[in-house]
Nanobody, 115 residues
Framework: QIHLAESGGDLVQPGGSLRLSCAVS????????MGWYRQGPGEQREMVAD???????RYTTSVKGRFLISRDKDKNMLYLQMDNLKLEDTAVYYC?????????WGQGTQVTVSS
């Protein structure tokens, strides 16, 4: 069982920045692909970014160059730095352990980009 708890969602203007945080069960980084997913209004959930146990990262095309996934193993924290936010980034963001739309999920945190 891997427990995940997101925080950091907020209302932000277009072009602004936010950093999402996810508290992760100790040891999860060593065994699981960790990632951020999002689900916008009326949309399917999509993978935003993930990081492998070895540290390799992947991003969905629409966020490349704007978002950065990182982790702090000592603090058991997963982060998503989001810069130059756009209206279409509005969604509930979920932390995931396991990858491929499977495994364990947090409760989600709302990010709203609006002027």
């Amino acid at each position: 069982q891997i427990h995940l708890a997101e925080s950091g969602g907020d209302l932000v203007q277009p072009g602004g920045s936010l950093r999402l945080s996810c508290a992760v069960s100790p040891g999860a980084f060593e065994i699981a692909l960790m990632g951020w997913y999002r689900q916008g209004p009326g949309e399917q959930r999509e993978m935003v970014a993930d990081i492998s146990p070895a540290g390799g990262t992947r991003y969905t095309t629409s966020v490349k160059g704007r978002f950065l996934i990182s982790r702090d193993k000592d603090k058991n924290m997963l982060y998503l730095q989001m810069d130059n936010l756009k209206l279409e980034d509005t969604a509930v963001y979920y932390c995931n352990a396991g990858g491929d739309y499977k495994g364990f999920w947090g409760q989600g945190t709302q990010v709203t980009v609006s002027s």
